[in-house]
T-cell receptor, first 116, second 112 residues
Framework: AQSVTQLGSHVSVSEGALVLLRCNYS??????LFWYVQYPNQGLQLLLK??????LVKGINGFEAEFKKSETSFHLTKPSAHMSDAAEYFC??????????????FGAGTRLFVKA | DTAVSQTPKYLVTQMGNDKSIKCEQN?????MYWYKQDSKKFLKIMFS???????INETVPNRFSPKSPDKAHLNLHINSLELGDSAVYFC???????????FGQGTRLTVV
C-alpha cells in the first residue's frame, strides 16, 4: 500500500528565501505524484504533477519538484518566496491499490509561513 | 464558470439531524470523490465514484451515503449527525483515477 510523509508540519521562510517542502513516498509500483496548494477557506488546487516523464517538474507560481526514485522523494522548491505563497501544501501519491484500481492518498500537509 | 461546485458552503446543525451536501462538476470528468478534512488539515478520502459506480468506500460509518444520479453529480447524505462529523467536506473530480483532481470550495459542517 502506498503512503506519503511530509516532513515538517510547519515551515517558515523569509520573503525572497528558498522554499523547500519535503515529501517522501512509498509505493510498490511507479507512482503518480502531485503537489497541491490550499489557501485559507478554499479547496486544493494543483501545483504540479509527476507522471513518469521528466523527473524535474515545473509547476505554477514558480514552483518545481524533482522526482528521485532512489530516495523515494518528491520535494517541492521555489527559489524565492513571496508573501502570497503562504498556504498549506499537500503532497499526494496515486498508484494501483490492492484491488487493481488507482487510489490517491494525501500527506498530512505542510503549512508555509512567509515572513516579511 | 465554477468547475466543481458544492453546496452549501456552511452548514450548522444539531446532533441527530440528517443533512445533505450537493456536488456538481462541469468538466466532463468520469471520476468524483468525497474527502473529509479535519481540524488539523488532514485530508482523507471517503468515497470515489467512476461513471456513477462506487469504486472506493473507505472505512466510513454507514450513516454516510453517497449518491451519484449521473456522472456530473455526487451528493453526500449524512444521517444522525454526531459531534465528530464536524469537518470540512470536499468534493473533487478527475478525468481518470490517476490524474489530478479538481476540488470544490468545501462545505464546513459544524455539528452542535
Amino acid at each position: 500500500a502506498q503512503s506519503v510523509t511530509q516532513l515538517g508540519s510547519h515551515v517558515s521562510v523569509s520573503e525572497g528565501a528558498l522554499v523547500l517542502l519535503r515529501c517522501n513516498y512509498s509505493s510498490s509500483v511507479p507512482p503518480y505524484l502531485f503537489w497541491y496548494v490550499q489557501y485559507p477557506n478554499q479547496g486544493l488546487q494543483l501545483l504540479l504533477k509527476y507522471t513518469s516523464a521528466a523527473t524535474l517538474v515545473k509547476g505554477i507560481n514558480g514552483f518545481e519538484a524533482e522526482f528521485k526514485k532512489s530516495e523515494t522523494s518528491f520535494h517541492l522548491t521555489k527559489p524565492s518566496a513571496h508573501m502570497s505563497d503562504a498556504a498549506e501544501y499537500f503532497c499526494a501519491v496515486s498508484d494501483r491499490g490492492d484491488t487493481g484500481g488507482f487510489k490517491t492518498i494525501f500527506g498530512a500537509g505542510t503549512r508555509l509561513f512567509v515572513k516579511a | 464558470d465554477t468547475a466543481v461546485s458544492q453546496t452549501p458552503k456552511y452548514l450548522v446543525t444539531q446532533m441527530g439531524n440528517d443533512k445533505s451536501i450537493k456536488c456538481e462538476q462541469n468538466l466532463g470528468h468520469d471520476t468524483m470523490y468525497w474527502y473529509k478534512q479535519d481540524s488539523k488539515k488532514f485530508l482523507k478520502i471517503m468515497f470515489s465514484y467512476n461513471n456513477k459506480e462506487l469504486i472506493i468506500n473507505e472505512t466510513v460509518p454507514n450513516r454516510f451515503s453517497p449518491k451519484s444520479p449521473d456522472k456530473a453529480h455526487l451528493n453526500l447524505h449524512i444521517n444522525s449527525l454526531e459531534l465528530g462529523d464536524s469537518a470540512v467536506y470536499f468534493c473533487a473530480s478527475s478525468q481518470t483515477a490517476n490524474t489530478e483532481a479538481f476540488f470544490g470550495q468545501g462545505t464546513r459542517l459544524t455539528v452542535v
